[in-house]
Nanobody
Framework: VQLQAFGGGLVQAGGSLGLSCVGSGHTFGRYAVAWFRQAPGKEQDSVAAINWSGENTYYEDSVKGRFTISKNNAENTVYLQMNSLKPEDTAVYYC????????????????WGQGTLVTVSS
């Protein structure tokens, strides 16, 4: 599976931004997908994850109620809608996929997309 992330950019605090992760291959539908982020000088953190069908989701505490992850298997795409953005959300965002149950642990994921930079100005 190959992943490509799209949608990063510059937004003011309180604004919204949507990210997309497009997967290649007809088996993409069976994969759990997660978004991770890495801010400058910090470790990579989990943001959100979703199971293969899109029925089960996981969110890191700091984004609950603000971010929404969704999966469209017909389009081989996972979305991350980010609302009420804060300067501390500034980071490079990565999508990743694994053939199994979703996990907040980056080491569980086999496939990674390139990062997309999200910058939230105050």
């Amino acid at each position: 599976v190959q992943l490509q992330a799209f949608g990063g950019g510059l937004v003011q605090a309180g604004g919204s931004l949507g990210l997309s992760c497009v997967g290649s291959g007809h088996t993409f539908g069976r994969y759990a997908v997660a978004w991770f982020r890495q801010a400058p000088g910090k470790e990579q953190d989990s943001v959100a994850a979703i199971n293969w069908s899109g029925e089960n989701t996981y969110y890191e505490d700091s984004v609950k109620g603000r971010f929404t992850i969704s999966k469209n298997n017909a389009e081989n795409t996972v979305y991350l809608q980010m609302n009420s953005l804060k300067p501390e959300d500034t980071a490079v965002y990565y999508c990743a996929a694994l053939d199994g149950a979703p996990s907040p642990l980056s080491q569980e994921y086999d496939y990674w997309g390139q990062g997309t930079l999200v910058t939230v100005s105050s």
